[in-house]
């Protein structure tokens, strides 16, 4: 049974790339904290990991988008005020 798959993977199957160990992390603690489809160790198909970066992704440009705003109206707040 390779990589945790209860069937053998089909010959010339598609190969997935080798995940890092930070990668492997932040995919557990989403897994745990959001295991809406039972994703408990199980092995994410290249459709999964693709949808994963998305996410990923996605969190990491809203986060810096609101650090921005937040950055920007301290900027214009301590302006009118001078």
């Not at 904290?33 to 990491?60: M, R």
Request: net charge positive; charged share 20%; glycine share 8%.
């Amino acid at each position: 049974m390779p990589n945790g798959y209860s069937n053998p993977a089909p010959p010339g199957g598609v190969k997935l790339k080798k995940r890092t160990r930070f990668r492997m992390a932040v995919s557990r603690i989403l897994r745990s904290g959001f295991n809406v489809a039972g994703l408990k160790k199980t092995d994410l198909d290249e459709n999964a990991e693709a949808a994963e970066i998305f996410v990923l992704t996605g969190i990491l440009v809203t986060l810096l988008t609101i650090a921005a705003i937040w950055f920007g109206l301290q900027q214009f707040l301590e302006a009118m005020h001078q």
